[in-house]
């Protein structure tokens, strides 16, 4: 079965830091893009980061640039996210997916995305 397990959330202070992980287990992800969205309480569903297959290439919304950092372990079947001057407003669960392509643009213009992860909540104090 194929599985896309998150962690490292939390609780943390504004200007704090967090990592993400997104551990991959029941096949190999090394080909495909992968990436993180994240969901506030009565919010939609954003984009956070995209890494591609090899980890050469990376895309980040606006709000994250500069304080946020995707990467990926190919040996441990992991992206990490990592997320430093956390802010109040960064608070939301935040998934993890796989794309079935392997360039960041395979993952921003898929229709759907097949593989998600259950999420992980962060929450950011003032």
């Known amino acids: 079965q194929v599985q896309l397990a998150e962690s490292g959330g939390g609780l943390a202070q504004a200007g704090g830091s967090l990592r993400l992980s997104c551990v991959a287990s029941g096949r190999s992800f090394s080909n495909n893009a992968m990436g993180w969205f994240r969901q506030a309480p009565g919010k939609e569903r954003e984009y956070v980061a995209v890494?591609?297959?090899?980890?050469?290439?990376?895309y980040y919304s606006d709000y994250p640039k500069g304080r946020f950092t995707i990467s990926r372990d190919h040996a441990k079947n992991t992206v990490y996210l990592q997320m430093n001057s956390l802010k109040p407003e960064d608070t939301a669960v935040y998934y993890c997916?796989?794309?079935?392509?392997?360039?960041?643009?395979?993952?921003?213009?898929?229709?759907?995305?097949?593989?998600w992860g259950q999420g992980t909540q962060v929450t950011v104090s003032s």
């Open positions: 890494i591609n297959w090899s980890g050469g290439s990376t």
């Open positions: 997916a796989a794309a079935e392509g392997s360039s960041t643009t395979d993952f921003i213009g898929a229709q759907t995305l097949r593989y």
